[in-house]
């Protein structure tokens, strides 16, 4: 049995943020999906965008100077 991937989660200030970043990550054809922020990283309510934490320097170069990002996080 294999190891799950790791996953990281990209946290924004706004749900407007953080739908423009889902446009980028299609464009860029990184796989991810929007969830709600868990609770042990933010009591904020919202929404962030979870993808495998390998692609992480991709989602760097997607959102670079286009989106606020308030962190992104390891998914544990």
């Known amino acids: 049995m294999t190891d799950p991937k ?3 989660v990209v946290l924004f ?3 407007s943020e953080a739908l423009l970043a889902e446009k980028l990550f299609k464009k860029a054809g ?3 999906k ?3 922020v868990p609770r042990h ?3 904020d309510c919202g929404v962030c ?3 495998s934490a390998p692609d992480t320097q991709r989602v760097n170069t997607a959102l670079d100077g286009r989106v606020a990002v308030r962190d992104i996080s390891p998914l544990e």
Do not use: L, W
Request: some cysteine.
């Open 13 to 15: 200030d706004s749900t």
């Open 49 to 51: 965008i979870r993808f």
């Open 34 to 36: 929007v969830i709600p």
């Open 30 to 32: 990184i796989p991810h």
């Open 41 to 43: 990283i933010s009591s």
């Open 6 to 8: 790791p996953f990281c």
